[in-house]
């Protein structure tokens, strides 16, 4: 069974940064893609970026492009989200997921169904 945990969420004001943390229980972690999603109060859960599993390749929703950047560090079990430039609009609990197939379970990284451990998930409060 893998775990995951997730850290560094809080209250930042705009235009502020974090860094969100996913560390993963088990020695497979280096063969699973990882994303980030999030869920706003009274929205449904949303795509914000993945990586694939050799670390070449990365995705980013379009809301998030320029000013999210997701890495990992295999030696560390360890997937990040650097946010910079924080909006109100991004405002929401983030979830990891790991994806142990490493090709998203055949469907589209953005697909919540592509993953298949999920972590419990960290607030992100972003003030005007």
């Known amino acids: 069974q893998v775990q995951l945990v997730e850290s560094g969420g809080g209250l930042v004001q705009a235009g502020g940064s974090l860094r969100l943390s996913c560390t993963a229980s088990g020695r497979t972690f280096r063969s699973y893609a990882m994303g980030w999603f999030r869920r706003a109060a009274g929205k449904e859960r949303e795509f914000v970026a993945a990586?694939?599993?050799?670390?070449?390749?990365?995705y980013s929703a379009n809301s998030v492009k320029g000013r999210f950047t997701i890495s990992r560090d295999n030696a560390k079990n360890t997937v990040y989200l650097q946010m910079n430039s924080l909006k109100p609009e991004d405002t929401a609990v983030y979830y990891c997921?790991?994806?142990?197939?490493?090709?998203?379970?055949?469907?589209?990284?953005?697909?919540?169904?592509?993953?298949?451990?999920w972590g419990q998930g960290t607030q992100v409060t972003v003030s005007s």
């Open positions: 990586i694939s599993w050799s670390i070449s390749v990365t």
């Open positions: 997921a790991a994806d142990f197939s490493g090709d998203f379970n055949g469907r589209h990284y953005n697909d919540v169904l592509g993953y298949n451990s």
